[in-house]
């Protein structure tokens, strides 16, 4: 499980954007 900082998360669909602290690609 990668680390990061949430960007958005809809927790009624279950799902979001993670910022990944190593700088990578959104997820």
């Not at 900082?5 to 997820?27: A, R």
């Amino acid at each position: 499980m990668q680390q990061g900082t949430v960007k958005f998360y809809n927790e009624s669909k279950g799902f979001g954007f993670i910022v990944p602290s190593d700088g990578g690609e959104e997820i």
